[in-house]
């Protein structure tokens, strides 16, 4: 049976007086008589009365809530996103409302649509793998609600953005098999379609014409999960003996193929050194600890969330788009010698 929710017309035919009485009581008006003010507070708190959010978000045109479209709750890089959005929605009252579109783009648009039912203040977005149109998003904008992208952006869309410096991290990663003494290095790759893909891979190539080293495509393989990895578990054994090195996209791809390579006799890292992407708990786990690049979830949600409610507090200021960018760090480990 549904549950009756207690209203400030019934607290104020229960206790004999207006609707505007309670209501102003509640909100401690001078003009109620402090008498009045104790015993509508006492009723109200004895008979659990809430006030009904979604009407006050009508009156007031805005509920102190924000929208979160994200690809998965459970990889460590976006559970770190999350925990540092809300920390800082939190300390300056907001409320976070959480989509996983678990890599699904008909789930992200139901998601977007359900947020924007919601009345959700402002969207935070990072888009699934399989996104390649963006009617919701530019419905979303349409509609005036102010949306923030973080890690993985849609780059038709303006909009300020939360971004790791994808390049860079690849090129780091890429430079430190190099300086291990590795020549021929596998990547195994995202998506192109996807900015961190092409950004990773292009930094992957960076590092190789930095140092000499002449391109290989047969040594890049578009393989960014365990699953996939277990797909081409073939294909990369075969690969195998012809490399010395391999930088993943991510940790969980690195750690999978280190143990494809293990299991069938490959010395990690004196016959391949292997670096990730992430460095999440996984990665210090892994037998041997994986050599990987940080990429700072926690600030790269924060920074999201601070970018947004700058548009929503100030809602008439001409401020221009910002890409802010989180440079990752190389944490060095025994997976590379």
Same mark, same amino acid.
């Given at each position: 049976m549904k549950p009756t929710h207690i209203t400030i017309k019934d607290i104020a035919r229960i206790l004999g007086v207006s609707p505007s009485t309670v209501s102003r009581a509640l909100k401690d008006h001078p003009d109620i008589s402090e008498e009045t003010r104790n015993l509508v507070k006492t009723f109200a708190e004895k008979v659990k009365y809430r006030p009904n959010a979604l009407a006050l978000s009508l009156r007031k045109q805005k509920t102190n809530t924000l929208g979160l479209v994200i690809p998965e709750i459970v990889h460590h890089f976006f559970s770190s996103v999350i925990s540092g959005m809300e920390d800082l929605a939190y300390g300056e009252g907001y409320t976070l409302m959480i989509c996983q579109s678990n890599e699904n783009y008909y789930r992200e648009v139901i998601n977007m649509q359900a947020l924007l039912d919601h009345r959700v203040d402002g969207l935070l977005v990072s888009i699934s793998k399989t996104t390649r149109e963006f009617n919701h998003l530019h419905s979303a904008i349409d509609n005036s609600i102010p949306?923030?992208?973080?890690?993985?952006?849609?780059?038709?869309?303006?909009?300020?953005?939360v971004i790791t410096d994808d390049f860079e991290g690849a090129r780091i990663a890429t430079t430190h098999l190099i300086e291990c003494g590795c020549k021929n290095i596998m990547h195994l790759a995202a998506p192109r379609h996807l900015l961190i893909g092409k950004n990773r891979h292009d930094g992957y190539l960076q590092a190789l014409k930095n140092h000499n080293i002449k391109a290989n495509d047969e040594l890049?393989?578009?393989?960014?999960?365990?699953?996939?990895?277990? =797909?081409? &578990?073939?294909? !990369?054994?075969? @690969?195998?003996?012809?490399?010395?090195? #391999?930088?993943?996209?991510?940790?969980?791809t690195a750690i999978a193929v280190m143990q494809v390579l293990q299991e069938n006799g490959f010395k990690?890292?004196?016959?391949?050194?292997?670096?990730g992407f992430g460095d999440g708990?996984?990665?210090?786990?892994?037998?041997?600890?994986?050599?990987?690049?940080?990429?700072?979830?926690?600030?790269?949600?924060?920074? =999201?969330? &601070?970018?947004? !409610?700058?548009? @929503?507090?100030?809602?008439?200021?001409? #401020?221009?788009?910002?890409?802010?960018?989180?440079?990752?760090?190389?944490?060095?480990?025994?997976?590379?010698?």
């Open positions: 949306m923030v992208f973080f890690d993985r952006i849609c780059d038709e869309i303006e909009s300020d953005r890049v393989l578009k393989c960014d999960t365990r699953e996939e990895v277990q =797909a081409m &578990r073939q294909h !990369i054994l075969t @690969l195998a003996p012809k490399i010395d090195g #391999i930088f993943a996209v991510n940790d969980s990690i890292p004196s016959e391949i050194s292997i670096v708990p996984l990665a210090t786990i892994a037998s041997p600890p994986l050599t990987t690049l940080e990429q700072k979830g926690y600030e790269m949600g924060r920074e =999201a969330v &601070r970018l947004l !409610i700058q548009r @929503l507090e100030n809602p008439t200021a001409q #401020i221009n788009f910002q890409t802010k960018i989180i440079t990752p760090s190389l944490v060095k480990r025994e997976s590379t010698k």
